[in-house]
């Protein structure tokens, strides 16, 4: 199998939802030899900060010598990025390599109704981490329903929730803290970020549920929160001196946070390695920094409200040239009342995407200049003095990404970004 076939294969699969249950990715995995048990787990649901927290996890376990496997996703410029063993992602033969063996084991997988996009690539990535000695899983969507629910962590982590998803989540904060809730299993050591109250009682009443401990922080561990001062974090046990994060903004404490408590919960490795793996860390398109332009997958009001948080430190005193794309299913709305008065300038696109919404609404939404392609909205903005951020949508990152570093945009699938 060429990649490209591959590509026109899982691609044309479409959107991944919410399944009625995960019944037939149970049967799939046993089909594969349960794959998904064949090291320990660490799982990270959330509404925003789940890819970072992930990633300092996989960073600090790789630091203290473990051979680690990380999905995520989605990707911002290659398919291969949801798939990471030892920090890198696979290749493409090897990623024809796993649909392959998928395909052959479980004939029905890609069948109609078959399995989706996003279950098929989970399942990829069970099959790809035989081997290692810990994989580090990011839920999809939800978290009770999601794919990779089938996994029985050692441990599992909450990133701050908010809003999202609300056709698939429920209407409310409480329904969409009980489907984050859902990864949260007997057995498996349970750390959260810090929650609305409405959140932070629905998971507290799920881990009551099944018999487990729920960390806190402020209540079982804390963490140097304010910017001038270097990250800190203290647990039960652990004490982590890290300094300077190597992701950028005041959010990412958070995560990093959140990653201590999840790693020194797992008992994997030691504060040395996280400290090690807070500081090297590399989680592209997060505040991801070119010169003087900024890329960020930020794409629902939450995360704008953070990045608005982290933005004046950027500035230094300078004028802020927002680029903005995002698709119709999001609060474009919320997130431009977050990142809008911040602006000198706006400049609108559409990113790569047949839900993009069309700039010319968004202009309607806070004044701003039209562009015809990501591409243009940049070269527009860096015309201009100042530092340029790129946000509004995952699509948008990757494509501004791409554009930055010389590489070929590569098509991404229609999930739910």
């Not at 009682?201 to 929160?225: I, K, N, T």
Request: charged share 25%; with cysteine.
């Amino acid at each position: 199998m060429r990649f490209d076939e591959l590509k026109e294969l899982l691609f044309a699969r479409g959107n991944f939802g919410v399944k009625l249950g995960l019944e037939r990715m149970r049967e799939a995995c046993a089909l594969l030899g349960n794959p998904e048990r064949s090291a320990p787990v660490l799982h990270v649901a959330g509404t925003n900060g789940k890819g970072s927290t992930c990633a300092f996890a996989e960073a600090a376990l790789r630091a203290g010598g473990l051979r680690t496997g990380l999905y995520t996703s989605p990707h911002l410029s290659h398919f291969c990025e949801r798939i990471r063993i030892g920090g890198e992602p696979v290749s493409e033969e090897r990623a024809c390599e796993l649909l392959e063996e998928v395909r052959e084991r479980v004939p029905w997988a890609l069948g109609d109704p078959g399995l989706t996009f996003f279950e098929i690539v989970t399942l990829m990535g069970f099959l790809a981490f035989r081997g290692v000695d810990v994989m580090v899983v990011e839920v999809g969507l939800g978290g009770r329903l999601d794919a990779t629910n089938v996994v029985s962590p050692l441990a599992c982590a909450v990133t701050p929730l908010g809003l999202e998803h609300v056709q698939y989540l429920g209407p409310t904060l409480g329904h969409i803290a009980a489907e984050k809730a859902g990864i949260i299993k007997p057995g498996a050591k349970v750390v959260s970020a810090g929650q609305p109250r409405e959140a932070a009682q629905v998971l507290q009443r799920r881990a009551d549920a099944v018999g487990v401990p729920l960390w806190r922080p402020g209540r079982d561990y804390r963490f140097e929160s304010r910017d001038v001062r270097p990250f800190c974090y203290a647990g039960p046990r652990w004490a982590v001196r890290a300094g300077d994060l190597a992701l950028e903004g005041h959010h990412q404490r958070t995560n990093a946070a959140l990653a201590c408590a999840l790693l020194e919960a797992s008992g994997l490795c030691e504060p040395r390695h996280a400290e090690e793996g807070l500081r090297t860390v590399r989680w592209p398109g997060r505040l991801e920094r070119f010169g003087e332009v900024y890329v960020d997958g930020a794409h629902n009001p939450h995360a704008a409200r953070a990045l608005a948080h982290a933005v004046p430190r950027l500035l230094e005193g300078r004028p802020l040239r927002l680029v903005f794309g995002a698709l119709q299913d999001k609060d474009a709305a919320a997130m431009l009342r977050e990142l809008g008065p911040l602006a000198a300038s706006v400049h609108y696109c559409a990113p790569a995407s047949p839900r993009a919404a069309p700039p010319e609404e968004l202009a309607r939404l806070f004044s701003g200049a039209v562009h015809g392609s990501v591409r243009a909205a940049v070269a527009a903005a860096r015309r201009e003095t100042g530092v340029v951020l790129c946000c509004g949508s995952l699509y948008l990152a990757g494509e501004a990404r791409a554009l930055l570093l010389g590489e070929r945009l590569q098509r991404m699938p229609s999930e739910r970004l």
